[in-house]
C-alpha cells in the first residue's frame, strides 16, 4: 500500500459519526494500513546485512564509518590579528596555534587526515554570501595538533580552495536580528530562540551597531545558550570587519581554453595534472615549479594499512625524502642540504643506515663510498699487528728485539726504565736506586720550622729534613712516617722553649743527653731505623752549645 493509499483509506473510514463508536472492524483496516506503509517503504530490519541492524539510521552509519578510509578531517581556524606579513605557510601556523590556545586541541582519529580552513566574504548581495574557502594539509598524520611551534617550516601544505554559497536564510544561517552594541557572544547566549544545537558547518547573522554583520562558528557541534553550553568570543570569527588575510580576493579575469578549469573561478587551474594521474602517452612535458621564497611545498603519501606516512618535501635550503610510522613514530629520513651535503638519520632501532641490494666492490674508484664487504674481503687481519685485544690496564708497547713489539704492564710503585744489561721493565724502587746511584749526601733536604707547638704534635719524618722549632708550651711530639723495614731516616731539629716549657718523645726508643727547657738553642737529632729483626727504633740525641 502507497502513502497516497494508505491516507485515502483513512479519510474514508474514519468519518465524523457524532461521537457514535467506531467499530472494531472499521479501525482495524487502518491500523494496519499505518503499520504496513512503513514497513512495505523501508523494509524488515532483520533482512539488513550490514553490521548494525538496529534501526535504518544505524545500519547506514555503519556502512559509512566502514568505507571512509583516508577520510579529511575539516578544522575551521581564526586568521583575526595574525601577522599576514611573512610567508603564507606561516601565517597559517600562527592561525592554527591561536585558534588551538583559544578554542582547544585538534583532533581526528587514525586514518584520518587533518584540513584546515578559514573562509572569506567574496561578495555579498543581501540575500546569499559567496565564500571563498582554503584548505591548508598537515602533513604529519598526526591526530592530535596543540601547536604548530614556531619554527620556519610547519608541517603544512597549501590544499586547495573552493567557493562556497551560502543563503542568508538557509538552514546554515542563525540569524539574531539587530542585537545593537552587545557582543556576538552575549547575543547569541540569550537569543530567545537559544539554546542552539550546532552540527558542522554554521553561520550567524546580526546587525551589530547598524552594521550588517556574519560571523562563521568554530565552536564545535553541541548545543549552546544561557540553558546549555555558553558560547565564548572565540567561537566566532567576524568575516565582515576582520582583515582578509593577502590574496584571498584577487581581482579576477577570466581563462578559458580546453585546459582550463573554472571550477574556482579566483583560482583557474591552467594545463592541470588530474588527481587521477596523467594518461598514457600524455606525460608531463615541462617543469613543475613551487613557490619560491621560505616555505614546505612537496608530496605526501598516507597509507592507512602500514600506518606510514611519506613525504618528499622541499624545505628552505634542503630537500627530503622520509617515511615514518604514525603508530611508533619511527622516522627514516634523507636530507640533502646545500652546504652539509647528503644525510641519512632513521631513529629505528632496527635500521641499518645506508646499504644496497648487490655487491659493486668490482666498480670501486678513489671517490667511491666502500661496503663492509670490500673491507672484509681486501683488509683481513694481519700477522703481527698489535690489536687493541692485546692491552691490558696499564699497558705499555715496548720491543726489546727488532720488529717485535709487545705488551708492558706497568705495576703500581714501579718505573719504565732500562738498566744494564736488561730490558725493558718496570723497574721497582731499589732497581731506581741502583739506576740512579746517587749518594745520601748528594740529595739537598727541605727546611721548616714550627714557632708555635704546645700541647700533643705530630712530626712526619718523611717530609723536612730539617725543622726550627719552638715551644709556647708543654709539648709531647709523636714522630709519624716512620721508615718501611730495611730503612732507616736521620733528621736534625733546633728546638727551643719560650721560657720553661717542658718537650717529651712521646714514642722514642732511647733519649740521649736531656732537653733544657730555660730558652737556650737545643739541637735534637733523630735516627729511626726499622730493622727486620730488632723492629723499629727511634733514638734521640739532645745537646746544647758549649
Not at 562558528?217 to 567576524?238: H, M, R
Not at 574556482?264 to 596523467?278: E, F, I, K, M, R
Request: aromatic share 8%; hydrophobic share 35%; with cysteine.
Amino acid at each position: 500500500m502507497t502513502y497516497a493509499q494508505a491516507l485515502a483509506l483513512i479519510q474514508a473510514e474514519i468519518v465524523a459519526n457524532g461521537n457514535n463508536e467506531i467499530t472494531a472492524n472499521v479501525l482495524r483496516p487502518v491500523l494496519e494500513a499505518m503499520i504496513n506503509f512503513p514497513n512495505d517503504s523501508i523494509g524488515v530490519l532483520a533482512n539488513l546485512t550490514t553490521s548494525d541492524v538496529s534501526s535504518v539510521v544505524n545500519a547506514i552509519n555503519s556502512i559509512v564509518s566502514q568505507n571512509l578510509k583516508n577520510a579529511t578531517a575539516l578544522r575551521a581556524i581564526d586568521t583575526t590579528g595574525i601577522d599576514f606579513n611573512q610567508d603564507e605557510l606561516l601565517w597559517v601556523r600562527d592561525a592554527i596555534n591561536q585558534t588551538a590556545a583559544n578554542n582547544g586541541s585538534f583532533t581526528c582519529t587514525l586514518g584520518e587526515q587533518m584540513v584546515f580552513y578559514f573562509d572569506v566574504i567574496i561578495n555579498n548581495n543581501g540575500s546569499e554570501v559567496t565564500l571563498q574557502r582554503r584548505y591548508y594539509r598537515l602533513t604529519t598524520g598526526e591526530t592530535t595538533v596543540n601547536s604548530l611551534g614556531t619554527g620556519n617550516n610547519p608541517p603544512l601544505m597549501p590544499d586547495g580552495s573552493r567557493i562556497v554559497s551560502v543563503s542568508l536564510s538557509g538552514d546554515l544561517v542563525l540569524d539574531l536580528g539587530d542585537i545593537g552594541t552587545d557582543t556576538i557572544e552575549d547575543a547569541f547566549n540569550s537569543d530567545a530562540n537559544q539554546p542552539f544545537t550546532i552540527v558542522g558547518d554554521k553561520f550567524v547573522q546580526a546587525v551589530q551597531n547598524s552594521e550588517n554583520k556574519l560571523w562563521q562558528w568554530i565552536g564545535g557541534d553541541g548545543t549552546f545558550g544561557n540553558s546549555a553550553t555558553l558560547a565564548e568570543a572565540t567561537d566566532f570569527v567576524d568575516l565582515t570587519s576582520s582583515t582578509p588575510p593577502p590574496n584571498s580576493n584577487p581581482n579576477v579575469q577570466t581563462v578559458t581554453g580546453d585546459s582550463v578549469d573554472n571550477t574556482d573561478p579566483l583560482n583557474p587551474v591552467v594545463n592541470a595534472v588530474p588527481l587521477s594521474g596523467t594518461e598514457v602517452g600524455s606525460p608531463v612535458t615541462g617543469d613543475i615549479e613551487f613557490v619560491s621564497g621560505y616555505s614546505s611545498n612537496g608530496f605526501f603519501k598516507f597509507h592507512e594499512d602500514e600506518n606510514t606516512s611519506m613525504i618528499f618535501r622541499f624545505e628552505d635550503a634542503s630537500m627530503f625524502f622520509s617515511v615514518t610510522d604514525i603508530i611508533g613514530s619511527d622516522t627514516t629520513q634523507i636530507n640533502i642540504n646545500k652546504g652539509e651535503g647528503l644525510t641519512i638519520s632513521s631513529n629505528s632501532s632496527t635500521s641499518k643506515g645506508f646499504s644496497g641490494n648487490q655487491y659493486y666492490g668490482a666498480n670501486y674508484d678513489d671517490n667511491t663510498y666502500v661496503q663492509k664487504k670490500y673491507v672484509d674481503d681486501n683488509f683481513a687481519p694481519v700477522s703481527g699487528v698489535v690489536l687493541e685485544s692485546d692491552y691490558n690496564a696499564n699497558t705499555i708497547l715496548k720491543a726489546d728485539t727488532d720488529d717485535t713489539p709487545e705488551a708492558l704492564e706497568v705495576a703500581e710503585q714501579t718505573l719504565v726504565g732500562r738498566i744494564t744489561g736488561g730490558e725493558i721493565t718496570a723497574l721497582n724502587a731499589t732497581q731506581v736506586k741502583t739506576l740512579l746511584n746517587y749518594l745520601e749526601q748528594q740529595i739537598v733536604g727541605t727546611a721548616a720550622e714550627d714557632l708555635t707547638l704546645t700541647g700533643a704534635e705530630n712530626i712526619s719524618l718523611s717530609t723536612n729534613a730539617d725543622m726550627y722549632l719552638k715551644l709556647t708550651g708543654n709539648t709531647t711530639i709523636t714522630f709519624t712516617d716512620t721508615p718501611s723495614v730495611g730503612t732507616s731516616i736521620v733528621r736534625t731539629y733546633s728546638v727551643e722553649s719560650d721560657t720553661t716549657e717542658t718537650l717529651g718523645i712521646a714514642n722514642s726508643t732511647d733519649e740521649f743527653g736531656t732537653y733544657a727547657a730555660d730558652g737556650t738553642i737545643n739541637e735534637m737529632v733523630v735516627k729511626a731505623s726499622n730493622y727486620s729483626t730488632e723492629g723499629l727504633i727511634i733514638r734521640v740525641f739532645f745537646s746544647q752549645p758549649n
